[in-house]
């Protein structure tokens, strides 16, 4: 088989390209292009043909791959049964926090062997959209004091990949990403995910210079500056939520801040592209799916979106920290004193949630 060239941080260097050579199972890891324009018609009434990632998706492909190529000891110390749960974190495969480590196995380390990382950079890169990669990458140096992709990363896994229950979780600092095949149902994502970034310093500077993620923020005050007087006092709270504090409320929720229904439809129109921006980097398939679970609890005309007065910095009222929320879908953006942003979609409000802050 020919070998394949491709850029690969698990080798010497990020920008080193390596060959490999590919295995038959790998030719349909891959990943699609990025995300279509922003559309006047509501993102979540678009037909969607395929709306959630299957088995046979790429990274799940990936994940099934890895599997097979660990080791029986291997598989003993990052591989759980589907229900398993931690004395301390409750059940495994649904915890969500700011900053930890699922396994205690760096990706980048002696535990796997080289083509087995390279498998999981796979699925990493099958998971983010392939324009955000290597701001994913930027985000990971950063926040890891300049380590390569991988060297504070862990993983685990869940059930067994290419059966109707199995999970890949990945977690380090301001990280919580999934692959589940849609075999964990209602959830996108595979269930809460986590992003975040401190660019510039743990304690961020007005605008978040260097922050791959404050482009969201700016749009959604964007938002704000589009209301009027009233709806800006409606829309503004005094205090902000605990970050992880993102369970679903359900239908009969009291959402702080302004109800969307009250937007003008230029105000909707703006917001949506908000929410093509929160969507982005994550692959198009996982995009579909929260787009679905949106459109079953009613869109974004069942949501709220509130700005908080608490952690704005510079005092300079372009609001660092805001939150979309609907019965069952929560984005909290807290931009202070660095952003962290937790999300959680689901199409039932009856789904638990397993976070720390």
């Keep these: 088989m020919e070998a394949k060239k491709r850029a690969c941080p698990v080798c010497e260097g990020e920008e080193e390209l390596v060959a490999i050579d590919r295995r038959d199972f790998m030719k349909t890891v891959g990943v699609t292009a990025a995300t279509a324009a922003v559309s006047t018609v509501p993102l979540w009434a678009t037909p969607r043909l395929h709306a959630a990632p299957t088995k046979t998706s790429a990274a799940e492909t990936a994940v099934k791959a890895l599997y097979d190529a660990l080791t029986d000891d291997q598989r003993k110390q990052v591989c759980f049964d589907w229900d398993y749960k931690d004395p301390q974190r409750g059940l495994l495969r649904t915890h969500v926090s700011n900053n930890w480590q699922i396994t205690e196995h760096h990706v980048r380390g002696d535990f796997y062997t080289k083509e087995q990382q390279i498998i999981i950079h796979d699925i990493f890169k099958g998971i983010v959209n392939p324009e955000w990669y290597s701001r994913f990458l930027k985000q990971l140096r950063d926040d890891t004091g300049g380590q390569d992709w991988g060297r504070e990363q862990s993983i685990a896994i869940f059930g067994k990949p290419g059966s109707d229950q199995f999970e890949f979780v990945m977690t380090g600092r301001h990280m919580t990403i999934r692959a589940d095949g849609h075999t964990e149902p209602h959830v996108a994502f595979g269930g809460p995910i986590f992003y975040g970034h401190a660019a510039s310093g743990f304690h961020e500077k007005p605008g978040h210079p260097g922050n791959i993620f404050w482009e969201q923020g700016r749009r959604a005050n964007l ?20 970050e992880a504090a993102v369970a679903f409320q359900g239908a009969g929720g009291k959402f702080t801040g302004i109800p969307i229904t009250e937007l003008s439809s230029d105000q909707k129109t703006e917001l949506q592209k908000v929410l093509q921006f929160l969507l982005e980097p994550y692959r198009k398939e996982d995009q579909d799916e929260a787009l679905e679970c ?64």
């Design 294 to 357: 949106l459109r079953r609890q009613g869109g974004l005309d069942k949501c709220s979106l509130a700005f908080y007065k608490e952690g704005d910095i510079g005092n300079d009222k372009e609001w660092d920290n805001w939150r979309l929320e609907g019965p069952s879908f929560v984005w909290y953006f807290r931009g202070e004193p660095h952003v962290h942003v937790w999300v959680n979609v689901a199409d039932d409000p009856s789904v638990k949630l397993n976070a720390r802050g």
């Design 223 to 242: 938002v704000y500056q589009m209301l009027d007087d009233k709806q800006q006092q409606q829309a503004l709270a005094d205090k902000r939520p605990r």
